[in-house]
């Protein structure tokens, strides 16, 4: 009985051996790991003098008395009243926490009026976007018409082009450059005469409403 209950050790302690040589040195390190107390001298503390030229700035804030007594208690020699917060200090706090830390009712409130001025943006958006779905097709159709108007306005002044080329031709005998200064002269020759015609004609229209006029009124 004795050579079993051996055994079992024996395996039991093996086991446990494999198990802690598959763990990571990390986790053993941790778990071994016994960090040293904390060492305070309480009977002793460091209490620094602040009538001493010699003591830093730093020591004599309340913020390290704070410190003094949260460390040391009663033996840091800070009464507790001097730590507590006067009373503008209090309100300065209090204002703090309220722009801060509000309570629940207000921040409820601040969320319903974003949420309220989110909704609104997106009902003014989506009224733009349907206004300017229902204006679509007018934009379509007044842009089809300027590239029709574009291209007849090619075709006509190519046309024209090609025909005071032609006219070129018949007066000079020989083609010329429509950028050369003769070629221009001609341009606004023609366009003198064609002028002159569409007066012409126009006091000869005029001439016969008159005339016409005239005639109904004898009559």
Do not use: C
């Not at 040391?72 to 917060?85: D, H, I, Q, R, T």
């Not at 300017?132 to 159709?141: H, Q």
């Not at 090609?162 to 070129?168: M, R, T």
Request: aromatic share 8%.
């Amino acid at each position: 009985m004795a050579a079993s209950l051996l055994s079992r050790r024996t395996a039991l302690f093996l086991g446990v051996s494999k198990f802690n040589s598959f763990l990571p040195a990390v986790v053993q390190q941790t778990a071994n790991y016994n960090p040293r107390p904390l060492w305070l001298n309480i009977k002793n503390p460091y209490i620094p003098n602040k009538e001493s030229e010699r003591t830093p700035e730093w020591q004599k804030t309340g913020k390290y008395e704070r410190k003094l007594f949260g460390r040391y208690g009663s033996s840091s020699g800070v009464e507790p009243a001097k730590l507590w917060p006067s009373h503008a200090r209090l309100e300065e706090l209090m204002a703090e926490e309220k722009e801060w830390h509000p309570p629940i009712e207000v921040m409820l409130e601040n969320i319903a009026a974003r949420e309220s001025e989110k909704e609104q943006k997106r009902m003014e958006r989506e009224k733009i976007i349907a206004a300017n779905m229902a204006k679509m097709p007018k934009m379509i159709a007044d842009w089809k018409k300027q590239k029709r108007e574009a291209k007849q306005k090619q075709r006509e002044e190519k046309m024209k082009r090609d025909k005071l080329l032609a006219e070129a031709r018949e007066r000079f005998g020989y083609a010329l450059d429509p950028r050369s200064a003769k070629f221009q002269e001609m341009v606004t020759e023609i366009e003198k005469e064609e002028k002159k015609k569409r007066k012409l004609l126009k006091r000869r229209k005029r001439e016969e409403e008159q005339g016409s006029a005239a005639a109904e009124s004898s009559q």
